[in-house]
C-alpha cells in the first residue's frame, strides 16, 4: 500500500478512493488539490482536516495545490446543505480570497525546493473569462442531466430531505463547474488527483468523468470521513454555536487552546491522530500513558499544544498556557498583567464589571475600593471581615489591610481583579 494512504488509514482518515489511486501515488510525484470556498474572511477548525491532508501529502513527497474558489464560492456547494446559501457581492469575495490565501500560505510549504513545492490557485483566474455558451457548450455537453441527478447531494434536495424548496439552477451546476476545476488543473498544472470530505465524492467524480470524456485521460478521487465528535455531535462549534476561527482575531489563541483542552477522553484519542503530525508511536504510548492516569489529561495537553502551536505559533501557546493556569492558581501575579485585554476578558468571562475613575482605584485604601468604591462587596466592616479571614486576593495574591494599588498592578494597563474565597471575582476597570 502507498505510504500515503497506509498514514492516512492509522490515522482514521480515509473514506474512500477510486481505484487505481494508490497505484498512481506509487508510480510517481503525483500533484493532487483540495478546494476551499472563500464564506468568510478566515477558515475555522472545520478546514484544519483537509489542510492537515494536504500537508501530510506533501511530506510524503507528492505535490500538494490549495484551491481558493473565487468562483465556486459565487455559486455556493449545496453539498450536505439543506438550504440555499446567500451569495456574496464580488468586493467581499475577493476580500475572502484574499484572506484565505494567506492563511493557507502559513501551512504549506510553498518555498520548498524539488518537485513537490505546495501551489495556490484561485478558480476566479480560469472561469472569468468564460462565456455561459462556450461553458455549455465545451463542458455542459460532456455530462449527462441523468448522471448529475444520480448524485447524492443532488437527489437530497430534491427528494425534499431537509429542503422542501429543491435546487436552484445556480447550485445545479456547482459539480459542473468544480468538474471543470478539476480538467483544467488536469490539462494545465498535471492534477492527477482530487481530494476532500467524504460529502464531495460526487463533486470530484464529476471532475474525473470530465477528464475521461473530455480530455480521454485518467483522474483519480479520494476522501476524507467528516469528523464528529464521539457522541455523534457537530465537531468545530461552540455550544452556542458559533465557530471556532484560525483567524486570532476572530478566536483568540487562549480560546482556540481551550477548544482542544476540553476534549473529551475519547474525542482526545481520535483528534490526536487527526490533528497532529506525531508519529504513530508516539501517539500509542499517550494513549497507554493516559489510560493509566486519566486525571493528569496528558492526551488533551499534548492535542491542545501541537494543534496550537502548528496554528498559532509557539509563543501564542506559551500565552494561552499561563492564561489558563491563572484559573488554578499556577500563576504569579506578573503573569495576570502580562496578558493582554482580550485574553483577560476571556479567561474571566461572565465576571462583574464596573469602570471607574484613576482616582478611585490607584492610592486609596483596599477596604474602601471592596466596598464603597467598586460596590463588591456590601460595606468596609464586610470587607474588612474578609481581609481579616485571609480571604481577599488581588490579582490573584492575598492582600492584607494595608495594601493599595498603583499603576504596576494594572492588567494591561487597565484592570484590577478582585476576588473573596476561591470562586467570586470582580474586574474594576480603570477609565
Not at 458559533?242 to 483567524?247: F, G, H, K, R, T
Amino acid at each position: 500500500m502507498n505510504s500515503f494512504i497506509e498514514e492516512l488509514k492509522w490515522r482514521g482518515l480515509f473514506a474512500d478512493m477510486m481505484p487505481g489511486t494508490d497505484e498512481q501515488l506509487n508510480k510517481e510525484v503525483t500533484t493532487a488539490y483540495i478546494g476551499f470556498d472563500p464564506t468568510a474572511d478566515s477558515l475555522h477548525i472545520g478546514s484544519l482536516i483537509q489542510i492537515k491532508i494536504l500537508a501530510h501529502f506533501q511530506q510524503h513527497g507528492h505535490k500538494p495545490i490549495a484551491l481558493v474558489g473565487g468562483a465556486t464560492g459565487m455559486i455556493g456547494d449545496p453539498s450536505g446543505k439543506s438550504a440555499e446559501r446567500n451569495l456574496l457581492d464580488e468586493a467581499t469575495l475577493l476580500h475572502y480570497v484574499d484572506c484565505l490565501k494567506n492563511q493557507l500560505s502559513r501551512f504549506l510549504d510553498f518555498d520548498a525546493d524539488g518537485p513537490n513545492k505546495a501551489e495556490l490557485v484561485n478558480n476566479y483566474d480560469w472561469m472569468k473569462n468564460i462565456s455561459f455558451l462556450d461553458f455549455a457548450k465545451n463542458v455542459g455537453k460532456n455530462i449527462t442531466v441523468n448522471y448529475m441527478m444520480a448524485k447524492d447531494s443532488v437527489k437530497k434536495r430534491f427528494s425534499g430531505d431537509g429542503g422542501a424548496d429543491g435546487m436552484s439552477f445556480t447550485e445545479f451546476t456547482y459539480q459542473l463547474i468544480q468538474g471543470y476545476d478539476f480538467l483544467h488543473l488536469y490539462q494545465n498544472n498535471n492534477v492527477k488527483l482530487q481530494m476532500g470530505g467524504s460529502d464531495q465524492w460526487g463533486n470530484i467524480t464529476t471532475g474525473t468523468e470530465l477528464i475521461r470524456r473530455k480530455a480521454q485521460g485518467e483522474a483519480f478521487a479520494l476522501t476524507v470521513p467528516l469528523i464528529t465528535k464521539a457522541d455523534g455531535s457537530k465537531f468545530g462549534k461552540s455550544e452556542s454555536g458559533e465557530n471556532y476561527w484560525l483567524d486570532k482575531k476572530k478566536t483568540s489563541p487562549y480560546k482556540f487552546y481551550q477548544f482542544w483542552l476540553n476534549a473529551t477522553d475519547d474525542d482526545a484519542e481520535r483528534f490526536i491522530k487527526f490533528y497532529t503530525f506525531l508519529g504513530k508511536e508516539e501517539i500509542e504510548t499517550l494513549i497507554e500513558e493516559h489510560k493509566t492516569a486519566p486525571h493528569e489529561r496528558k492526551l488533551q495537553k499534548k492535542l491542545a499544544e501541537e494543534v496550537t502551536v502548528w496554528v498559532h505559533g509557539k509563543d501564542e501557546y506559551e500565552k494561552a498556557v499561563k492564561a489558563s493556569e491563572i484559573l488554578f492558581g499556577r500563576s504569579t501575579a506578573e503573569d495576570l498583567v502580562s496578558l493582554d485585554e482580550e485574553t483577560f476578558l476571556e479567561v474571566f468571562d461572565g465576571v462583574p464589571q464596573k469602570e471607574l475613575p484613576k482616582a478611585d482605584v490607584l492610592g486609596i485604601s483596599i477596604v474602601d475600593l471592596l466596598s464603597e468604591k467598586s460596590g463588591f462587596l456590601k460595606s468596609k466592616s464586610e470587607a474588612q471581615r474578609e481581609i481579616k479571614g485571609n480571604a481577599v486576593s488581588v490579582n490573584k495574591e492575598k492582600v492584607n489591610d494595608t495594601y493599595t494599588a498603583n499603576e504596576g498592578d494594572l492588567i494591561d494597563g487597565k484592570f484590577l481583579l478582585l476576588q473573596k474565597g476561591k470562586k467570586s471575582y470582580f474586574i474594576v476597570k480603570v477609565q
